[in-house]
């Protein structure tokens, strides 16, 4: 159980987000959801403040009366530049500051594999490893991740990065055997990351309890957290639906899969 009196939940309503919604106070006394536009099924110990992340005014006032954060907004794959810059990079910019502004304690951030995307799937790697972003995606989530190294380093505010790998219903391809972070784990993972007495910073990843592993996840033993669910459990089905691949396939080859592959998003949708 988390002690904050009220959680600030960005990005509430993306999937991840909904699916956070359901840990309920788990979360924080009061969850003030914000989005760019306004969330409905409001529980009881729920508020609504849309936002646009790119907008410090409006994030200073969402912020304001938080003293945790959970960071899930933004642009969620590869995309145009422009979004990238106002949604990623200067909305992690604004919440921090704002959070430095208004004495946020701590913040959960929602960082991805694609942080990491190119080490080698032959690679065990852990949350010190250098970043090697696959994406100008995966750009903008090493600079956040920074963000919460730099703001914890001079100002104290506790940050959980948490690489998230592949988090949906359920595992449909061969990478997401590693990568899969059941909608249950993920929740727990967060909760964890509010709910541990001390973090300092911390980069952990997100994923489920799957016995094919890249990553060292002893950070999120740390937390306390234990996986419920393993991708191991649909091995047969999506073996039976899918093919090896060629293993020098960038996407076969890399931890980031089809983000290794692909070209450059501007010259690509011109
Ligand atoms: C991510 O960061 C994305 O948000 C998600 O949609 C998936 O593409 C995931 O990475 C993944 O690589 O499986």
């Known amino acids: 159980m988390t002690d904050f009196q ?3 939940l960005t990005g509430a309503g993306g999937a991840l987000g909904t699916q956070l919604r359901k840990s309920g106070t788990r979360l924080g006394k009061v969850v003030r959801l914000s989005a760019l536009g306004p969330c409905e099924n409001l529980e009881a110990h729920e508020e609504d403040f849309p936002a646009n992340l790119a907008d410090f005014d409006e994030v200073s006032k969402a912020v304001k009366g938080c003293d945790a954060i959970i960071h899930m ?3 969620s794959l590869e995309g145009p530049w422009k979004t990238i810059l106002d949604a990623n990079i200067t ?23 694609h942080a990491i995307g190119f080490y080698e799937r032959t ?6 490893v250098p970043t090697r972003p696959d994406s100008l995606y995966g750009v903008s989530k090493t600079f956040v991740e920074n ?11 506790e940050t959980v990065c948490l690489r998230i790998g592949s988090s949906f219903p359920e595992p ?12 249950r784990d993920c929740r727990q993972l967060v909760e964890k990351a509010l709910s541990a007495p001390r973090v300092g910073f911390m980069i952990a990843y997100g994923m489920s309890n799957n016995s094919e592993a890249f990553w060292d996840n002893r950070t999120a033993a740390v937390l306390g957290y234990k996986p419920q669910d393993s991708a191991d459990d649909f091995r047969e089905q999506v073996f039976a639906k899918t093919t090896q691949g060629d293993p020098n396939d960038p996407a076969v080859r890399f931890q980031g899969g ?13």
């Not at 004495?103 to 594999?113: E, F, H, N, Q, T």
């Not at 449909?172 to 909608?183: E, K």
């Not at 089809?258 to 011109?270: L, P, Q």
């Open 172 to 183: 449909t391809d061969r990478r997401h055997l590693i990568t899969w972070l059941s909608y």
């Open 147 to 157: 963000l919460g190294r730099y703001y914890f380093d001079k100002f104290g505010i």
């Open 91 to 113: 909305g992690g910019y604004n919440i921090y500051e704002a959070a430095r502004q208004h004495g946020v304690k701590r913040i959960v951030y929602a960082s991805s594999v």
């Open 258 to 270: 089809s983000f290794c592959a692909a070209g450059h998003y501007e010259d690509e949708n011109k």
């Open 123 to 128: 690679e065990m790697i852990d949350g010190n």
């Open 6 to 8: 009220r959680t600030l």
């Open 73 to 75: 907004g933004g642009q």
